[in-house]
């Protein structure tokens, strides 16, 4: 790994210096100033932008590529070094003012563009200097032509980071691929190309006596780079000025155009240079107040579908509540008015005197028990979900076999089995012992069982314990009504049921208190099933369920399914002795 990061950090060092002094070699022969100020100075652009997106440790491909084009140049090796760390301070001093700043290279936003512009006025004042001091001291730039010198030297720098760092950030962050320009996008670019092409052609040359009106005209080029900016991305943005300022800098080389001056090539470039540096922050920063406005537009738009996605999960919760709250209401006032006319005609019987019928008293006995530990059950069943929410749990494991604790769940169920007219067929292959805690474990078989009883009354119910591995597996198979492949997880849910609740009572509650108590022991539930065809539960629980249910106990809570018998367990109210029946 560290050779290939090697590889590609010594690629693009080495890339760099190449590109660096092939564009320094191709502005220095546009007429430097004192040999060596030019007016055209892309690498100014290429080395900011390198060390913005390959990191400003890439900063000796500047030092070598800018040494290396100074000594073909005929500099003294002294003078090349002097003028190659100047260049390179002025990107390190760019990149790292725009790191602070927290530059982001897309240029989408008016910070960045105004970061951008103020790093390409300041940092060149590094380079100029010290190049200039450089020279000067060799002996190369005499003191009266220090100051022309210094100039172009800035000016060059300067428009070289606002001409060519943009497109290279903008393209160097995001894939051509990704532009986006499809038909009648791209029929634009070409139209753009052509109009700017041909109104930079037709524009006058010259700067004589007409030289004003030249100039002027120059800026009727305005309104194609506002067009760019307003109907293409940034990319886009700083393609279209990039080309337009290499038509601007061919046209004046070869003497054509409207900032052609007689005295010198070099006079005839400062004025296109203030030109293209003009245009070019203008189109920057118009390109990234349209892209600010977009974003702005596009942030309400999100901020719109939020509020209206929270608005719908709202009114979902608020009727899921509502109906949680009939089907609550309706599920305890049940139990709770069979218990009432039990207790009063019990009531009724015992003040008829000793002559009552004993046989009729503990029948309706029975009943009323019956009623209250219903009641109870649905009771604990709503309390237990707000342990779930609140993580009030712990589980107590104990070496258990699960075989035996299905055999227990069967028999304590029986008279609910046969109310339901179900036939249960236990099938055990082997041992299946491991740590659990045991009543909890029995709560999910519980609740498993009363579902059966439930959804497939009159038909068989297949029970197989079994062992495979590090995981033992229990499962439940109905012959009952089934479910449909989109509801065998939402059924694992909060208040929700495979049927209709005019069809099936409960509250929604089972499958989701037994999902959690097998979480919290580390294993897993599903359900397979066709509607129609019933359902088969499957159970899986890691032999050991110490480790992984200490930590999964805080997010699931017990509670048995309210539609099942309860366990014949100390404390007589069909609670759990260790929670006492308290929330």
Same mark, same amino acid.
């Not at 590889?7 to 191709?26: D, I, N």
């Not at 203030?274 to 977009?294: S, W, Y």
């Given at each position: @790994?560290?050779?290939?990061?090697?590889?590609?950090?010594?690629?693009?060092?080495?890339?760099?210096?190449?590109?660096?002094?092939?564009?320094?070699?191709?502005?220095? =022969?546009?007429?430097?100033?004192?040999?060596?100020?030019?007016?055209?100075?892309?690498?100014?652009?290429?080395?900011?932008?390198?060390?913005?997106?390959?990191? +400003?440790? &890439?900063?000796?491909?500047?030092?070598?590529?800018?040494?290396?084009?100074?000594?073909?140049?005929?500099?003294?090796?002294?003078?090349?070094?002097?003028?190659?760390?100047?260049?390179?301070?002025?990107?390190?001093?760019?990149?790292?003012?725009?790191?602070?700043?927290?530059?982001?290279?897309?240029?989408?936003?008016?910070?960045?563009?105004?970061?951008?512009?103020?790093?390409?006025? =300041?940092?060149?004042?590094? $380079?100029?200097?010290?190049?200039?001091?450089?020279?000067?001291?060799?002996?190369?730039?005499?003191?009266?032509?220090?100051?022309?010198?210094?100039?172009?030297?800035?000016?060059?720098?300067?428009?070289?980071?606002?001409?060519?760092?943009?497109?290279?950030?903008?393209?160097?962050?995001?894939?051509?691929?990704?532009?986006?320009?499809?038909?009648?996008?791209?029929?634009?670019?070409?139209?753009?190309?052509?109009?700017?092409?041909?109104?930079?052609?037709?524009?006058?040359?010259?700067?004589?006596?007409?030289?004003?009106?030249?100039?002027?005209?120059?800026?009727?080029?305005?309104?194609?780079?506002?067009?760019?900016?307003?109907?293409?991305?940034?990319?886009?943005?700083?393609?279209?000025?990039?080309?337009?300022?290499?038509?601007?800098?061919?046209?004046?080389?070869?003497?054509?155009?409207?900032?052609?001056?007689?005295?010198?090539?070099?006079?005839?470039?400062?004025?296109?240079?203030?030109?293209?540096?003009?245009?070019?922050?203008?189109?920057?920063?118009?390109?990234?107040?349209?892209?600010?406005?977009?974003?702005?537009?596009?942030?309400?738009? +999100?901020?719109?579908?939020?509020?209206?996605?929270?608005?719908?999960?709202?009114?979902?919760?608020?009727?899921?509540?509502?109906?949680?709250?009939?089907?609550?209401?309706?599920?305890?006032?049940?139990?709770?008015?069979?218990?009432?006319?039990?207790?009063?005609?019990?009531?009724?019987?015992?003040? &008829?005197?000793?002559?009552?019928?004993?046989?009729?008293?503990?029948?309706?006995?029975?009943?009323?028990?019956?009623?209250?530990?219903?009641?109870?059950?649905?009771?604990?069943?709503?309390?237990?979900?707000?342990?779930?929410?609140?993580?009030?749990?712990?589980?107590?494991?104990? %070496?258990?076999?699960?075989?035996? @604790?299905?055999?227990?769940?069967?028999? *304590?169920?029986?008279?609910?089995?046969? *109310?339901?007219?179900?036939?249960?067929?236990?099938?055990?292959?082997?041992?299946?012992?491991?740590?659990?805690?045991?009543?909890?474990?029995?709560?999910?078989?519980?609740?498993?069982?009363?579902? &059966?009883?439930?959804?497939?009354?009159?038909?068989?119910?297949?029970?197989?314990?079994?062992?495979?591995?590090?995981?033992?597996?229990?499962?439940?198979?109905?012959?009952?009504?089934?479910?449909?492949?989109?509801?065998? %997880? +939402?059924?694992?849910?909060?208040?929700? *049921? &495979?049927?209709?609740?005019?069809?099936?009572?409960?509250?929604?509650?089972?499958?989701?208190?037994?999902?959690?108590?097998?979480?919290?022991?580390?294993?897993?539930?599903?359900?397979?099933?066709?509607?129609?065809?019933?359902?088969?539960?499957?159970?899986?629980?890691?032999?050991? $369920?110490?480790?992984?249910?200490?930590?999964?106990?805080?997010?699931?809570?017990?509670?048995?399914?309210?539609? $099942?018998?309860?366990?014949?367990?100390?404390?007589?109210?069909?609670?759990?002795? *260790?929670?006492?029946?308290?929330?």
């Amino acid at each position: @790994m560290r050779e290939r990061t090697s590889a590609a950090y010594l690629a693009r060092v080495t890339a760099l210096a190449l590109v660096y002094a092939a564009a320094a070699r191709l502005g220095l =022969a546009l007429d430097a100033v004192s040999g060596y100020a030019t007016l055209v100075w892309p690498p100014s652009g290429i080395a900011l932008a390198a060390l913005i997106l390959w990191g +400003r440790a &890439a900063w000796p491909g500047i030092a070598i590529g800018a040494a290396l084009a100074n000594v073909l140049n005929g500099a003294p090796i002294p003078v090349a070094l002097g003028i190659a760390a100047g260049n390179t301070l002025e990107a390190l001093l760019g990149a790292w003012v725009l790191e602070r700043l927290g530059f982001a290279a897309p240029l989408e936003r008016l910070r960045d563009v105004l970061g951008l512009t103020a790093v390409a006025l =300041a940092a060149p004042l590094l $380079a100029a200097t010290i190049g200039v001091a450089s020279l000067h001291v060799a002996g190369i730039v005499p003191a009266d032509h220090a100051a022309l010198t210094w100039r172009a030297w800035w000016l060059g720098d300067t428009t070289g980071i606002l001409v060519f760092a943009p497109p290279l950030l903008t393209f160097g962050v995001r894939r051509l691929s990704t532009l986006g320009w499809r038909g009648r996008r791209v029929a634009e670019g070409v139209l753009f190309t052509g109009c700017a092409s041909l109104g930079w052609l037709l524009t006058p040359s010259g700067l004589g006596p007409s030289g004003a009106t030249a100039l002027l005209q120059a800026y009727l080029i305005l309104p194609l780079v506002l067009w760019a900016a307003l109907r293409f991305d940034l990319r886009g943005v700083t393609a279209s000025t990039l080309f337009l300022a290499s038509i601007a800098v061919a046209e004046t080389a070869l003497g054509r155009g409207p900032f052609v001056h007689g005295s010198s090539l070099a006079a005839s470039l400062t004025q296109l240079q203030l030109f293209l540096g003009i245009v070019a922050v203008t189109a920057l920063l118009l390109a990234a107040a349209v892209a600010e406005r977009r974003e702005a537009r596009a942030a309400v738009a +999100r901020d719109h579908e939020l509020t209206a996605r929270l608005y719908e999960q709202a009114r979902d919760a608020i009727r899921v509540r509502d109906e949680f709250l009939s089907i609550a209401s309706h599920e305890l006032r049940t139990p709770l008015g069979a218990l009432v006319l039990e207790l009063a005609l019990l009531k009724r019987q015992l003040r &008829a005197g000793p002559g009552a019928d004993g046989g009729a008293v503990a029948t309706r006995a029975e009943r009323a028990a019956r009623s209250a530990a219903r009641l109870t059950r649905l009771v604990d069943a709503l309390l237990d979900v707000s342990r779930i929410q609140t993580g009030r749990f712990e589980l107590e494991v104990e %070496d258990c076999d699960l075989a035996e @604790m299905a055999r227990e769940v069967i028999e *304590r169920l029986a008279t609910e089995a046969r *109310r339901a007219g179900c036939e249960v067929r236990l099938c055990v292959e082997g041992a299946a012992g491991g740590r659990w805690d045991r009543l909890r474990v029995e709560q999910v078989l519980e609740n498993l069982l009363s579902n &059966a009883f439930k959804y497939g009354a009159g038909k068989l119910v297949d029970v197989s314990v079994a062992r495979e591995g590090g995981v033992a597996r229990v499962s439940v198979l109905d012959g009952g009504v089934g479910i449909s492949a989109v509801d065998a %997880d +939402r059924i694992f849910g909060r208040y929700e *049921r &495979a049927a209709s609740t005019s069809n099936y009572g409960g509250l929604g509650l089972g499958l989701y208190i037994a999902r959690q108590i097998v979480e919290a022991h580390a294993g897993a539930i599903r359900v397979t099933s066709e509607p129609g065809k019933g359902a088969r539960f499957t159970v899986e629980l890691p032999l050991d $369920a110490g480790a992984g249910s200490a930590r999964g106990a805080a997010s699931a809570a017990p509670a048995r399914d309210p539609d $099942a018998e309860p366990p014949s367990r100390p404390g007589g109210d069909g609670a759990l002795p *260790r929670e006492g029946g308290v929330a």
